[in-house]
């Protein structure tokens, strides 16, 4: 199993961006996935998850800027950042719990950096 992170990019302050996770590989089901972020200056942190069921949390205080979606039959995960803020820059990492037809198994994808500056 791998995972694809993208969507990435340098955003100015106020704009929106939508990341993707993508799931490849010997997949049976996806269950609970989640988006981290990381600076060099901090741990990763916990922004959103969202179970099998489409139940969503949201770990960081937002204020509702962080929506995260999952198409099942694409094997793919979203998240939506909005009202971006320079704090915001981070490389943003997804975390699937997968079941691969032997267990269940967390993956991690490569991270993709988010520069939000004017």
């Known amino acids: 199993v791998q995972l694809q992170a993208s969507g990435g990019g340098l955003v100015q302050p106020g704009g929106s961006l939508t990341l993707s996770c993508t799931a490849s590989?010997?997949?049976?089901?996806?269950?609970?996935v989640a988006w981290y972020r990381q600076t060099p200056a901090s741990q990763r942190e916990l922004v959103a998850a969202?179970?099998?069921?489409?139940?969503?949390s949201t770990f960081i205080d937002g204020k509702g800027r962080f929506t995260i979606s999952r198409d099942n039959a694409k094997n793919t995960v979203y998240l939506l950042i909005s009202s971006l803020k320079p704090e915001d820059t981070a490389v943003y990492y997804c975390n699937q719990n997968i079941n691969d037809g032997s267990g269940n198994y967390a993956y991690w994808g490569q991270g993709t950096l988010v520069t939000v500056s004017s």
């Open positions: 590989g010997n997949i049976v089901t996806i269950n609970r």
């Open positions: 969202i179970d099998s069921e489409g139940r969503t």
